[in-house]
């Protein structure tokens, strides 16, 4: 019974100081090594003086799926080179958040430039995009996975 006792004690043990080793993450995925595709699920669209709505990606000119590629620095609406394309101008890492940041000038003789960040948690891969113009916000929601 005392062999038992202590096998099984051993056993507990072992299993606690597994426990505690670091796991092998999947972090990796989303810090920005490798490219990642990412699924615009819910959209926001906040206008001064208005109530924000929820609106379809489509609505506010917002691709349903982002290629984002951290190495060259791009994030585009299609994985094919003539999709259209956003130039990443900052990288960074905070608290277990990747976060991109770009500005687009938008079309000519109109103000309708704008300013965005993308912030992929690193643990999970979601995703939340914010983007400010003239007197508008938009947020959405998603999530990335590696390819």
Do not use: H
């Given at each position: 019974?005392?062999?038992?006792?202590?096998?099984?004690?051993?056993?507990?043990?072992?299993?606690?100081?597994?426990?505690?080793?670091?796991?092998?993450?999947?972090?990796?995925?989303?810090?920005?090594?490798?490219?990642?595709?990412?699924?615009?699920?819910?959209?926001?669209?906040?206008?001064?003086?208005?109530?924000?709505?929820?609106?379809?990606?489509?609505?506010?000119?917002?691709?349903?799926?982002?290629?984002?590629?951290?190495?060259?620095?791009?994030?585009?609406?299609?994985?094919?080179?003539?999709?259209?394309?956003?130039?990443?101008?900052?990288?960074?890492?905070?608290?277990?958040?990747?976060?991109?940041?770009?500005?687009?000038?938008?079309?000519?003789?109109?103000?309708?430039?704008?300013?965005?960040?993308?912030?992929?948690?690193?643990?999970?891969?979601?995703?939340?995009?914010?983007?400010?113009g003239e007197m508008v916000s938009i947020s959405a929601?998603?999530?990335?996975?590696?390819?």
């Amino acid at each position: 019974m005392l062999r038992m006792v202590a096998l099984f004690a051993l056993m507990l043990c072992a299993s606690a100081c597994v426990s505690v080793l670091p796991s092998p993450s999947v972090a990796a995925d989303f810090d920005g090594s490798k490219p990642l595709v990412c699924t615009v699920i819910t959209v926001n669209e906040c206008l001064a003086g208005e109530e924000c709505l929820t609106v379809l990606p489509g609505d506010v000119n917002l691709p349903r799926y982002l290629w984002v590629d951290v190495a060259k620095k791009s994030i585009q609406d299609k994985k094919a080179e003539e999709g259209r394309k956003s130039r990443i101008e900052s990288v960074k890492r905070v608290d277990g958040k990747l976060i991109l940041q770009g500005a687009e000038e938008g079309r000519p003789d109109v103000r309708d430039g704008f300013g965005w960040t993308v912030a992929i948690m690193e643990d999970s891969g979601q995703m939340v995009l914010s983007a400010a113009g003239e007197m508008v916000s938009i947020s959405a929601f998603g999530v990335c996975t590696s390819y």
